[in-house]
């Protein structure tokens, strides 16, 4: 019963191994040769001005989370049209529901203010 699953172990097996040793072998192969040019922040050729270190409010992260999930809501519901006529009841229900967990995901998004520009 495990040598049908050989296959699968030593495709796991590589893939664990083969970043590490690409990885590895960059770090052999890459010029070692840090000099405080080569450090120094770079912003546009220019000199930076003040603290380096900005952050973003959250408001941008999750306006384009929100995005991002609505935007692949619509890479699954095109194919879904173009064979809309072909397919069974089944899919039809499927898709209600889909966007059914879609639609609580904005009410959600929507109550938590994810979609007020502030």
Do not use: N
Request: proline share 5%; glycine share 8%.
């Amino acid at each position: 019963m495990l040598q049908q699953y050989a296959g699968i172990g030593v495709f796991f097996l590589v893939a664990a191994i083969f970043p590490i040793i690409a990885i590895g072998a960059a770090w052999l192969v890459r010029p070692k040769k840090p000099s405080r040019v080569k450090l120094d922040t770079y912003e546009c050729g220019l000199e930076t001005q003040g603290p380096t270190w900005v952050q973003f409010k959250v408001g941008y992260f999750l306006y384009a989370l929100v995005f991002l999930i609505f935007d692949i809501e619509t890479v699954f519901l095109y194919p879904w049209a173009v064979q809309f006529q072909v397919l069974p009841l089944f899919a039809f229900v499927e898709m209600f529901i889909f966007i059914g967990i879609l639609a609580v995901g904005l009410w959600y998004a929507w109550k938590e203010g994810a979609l007020e520009w502030k």
